[in-house]
């Protein structure tokens, strides 16, 4: 199981903190969705998840203050009594004295957030999503080309790395050589990110190690990149049957995630950087809607039926 530290998502939202005296330093979150305790604060408690953040909103918040003194305390300290990761007022809201009071005896940490509910909802969300997706490391390359995310993969010395270079000189940019962190954000989404060790560098038998920001500059790296298209390389073998006209498209598969893979056969010559241009093209050119090789198809068969 994955999780985050609670400093680091203080920081990504400009939290403000309303219980100084408790250390968030240890609290990590594990759970991406989001608990709004007006069930809670009613009593009921049945499937009360409490690893989730607790939200209050200006519907809570309202609900508290119509409350009985002691049945609000008792409520709030019955929800904080669930060991939950930290409570957040959102709309700036302020926490009564008494609430902040017990967040303290309870090392329970308590924040502001300045956006409306909904917006803070979806955005805390849609971060801790990608903060605790599921992950895998795997060798290749992957590189931003023409907008379309493009996993480059095959053996060893087989010039992943040599291809990615020209692809860069060519005006595209990096987002990690050698090692490839996938993550799953959702069912149709995976994200490719570099470890922090090997973050913009890429490594030339022969030459060594190079500084791509450094060499081409800052336009020609990127951080992350949703991967939308894997090139496999392959040594070139007269037996085998390459696609030569792509009508089925190929798929691989990472973390239950289907991505369409073309196999490229390597021989002295062959203009990698320029091959996987075109890949990229191609794919972008059927998203929106055209197919070259079901364009030629029927072309031939109604070339056919014509005669």
């Known amino acids: 199981m994955y999780t985050v530290e609670l400093q680091k998502l203080v920081d990504k939202l400009q939290l403000i903190n309303c219980t100084p005296e408790v250390k968030i330093e240890e609290i990590a979150i594990t759970q991406s969705d989001v608990n709004r305790p007006a069930l809670q604060l009613a009593g009921f408690f049945n499937h009360f998840d409490s690893n989730r953040i607790q939200v209050i909103g200006n519907v809570e918040y309202t609900y508290m ?44 940490p308590v924040f502001r957030a300045e956006k409306t509910t909904s917006s803070f909802m979806a955005e805390v969300i849609r971060w801790l999503n990608v903060e605790l997706a599921p992950r895998i490391s795997i060798h290749g390359v992957l590189v931003d080309v023409f907008g379309e995310g493009v996993l480059i993969m095959g053996e060893s010395g087989i010039g992943k790395s040599e291809a990615a270079l020209e692809l860069i000189k060519r005006g595209h940019r990096l987002v990690t050589d050698d090692v490839v962190e996938i993550k799953k954000v959702s069912d149709d989404t995976l994200i490719g990110t570099a470890p922090d060790i090997t973050r913009h560098f890429i490594e030339l038998r022969g030459i060594g190690i190079i500084d791509v920001k450094t060499l081409f500059g800052v336009e020609s790296v990127k951080d992350t990149q949703c991967i939308d298209l894997v090139i496999k390389l392959e040594e070139w073998n007269k037996d085998e049957e390459y696609d030569r006209l792509g009508l089925e498209e190929k798929y691989t598969e990472f973390l239950g995630n289907r991505v369409v893979c073309h196999s490229i056969p390597i021989r002295p010559g062959r203009n990698l950087a320029i091959i996987v241009e075109s890949a990229a093209v191609n794919y972008r050119q059927k998203k929106m809607g055209y197919n070259a090789a079901r364009e030629l198809y029927n072309r031939v068969t109604n070339n056919l039926m014509n005669k």
């Not at 009985?68 to 008792?74: D, L, R």
């Not at 809201?93 to 309870?106: C, F, R």
């Open 65 to 108: 203050q119509q409350m009985e003194q002691a049945e609000k305390v008792a409520r709030v300290e019955q929800i904080m009594n669930e060991r939950v990761p930290c409570i957040v007022y959102c709309r700036n809201l302020e926490p009564d004295k008494e609430i902040i009071k017990i967040a303290n005896e309870k090392k329970i």
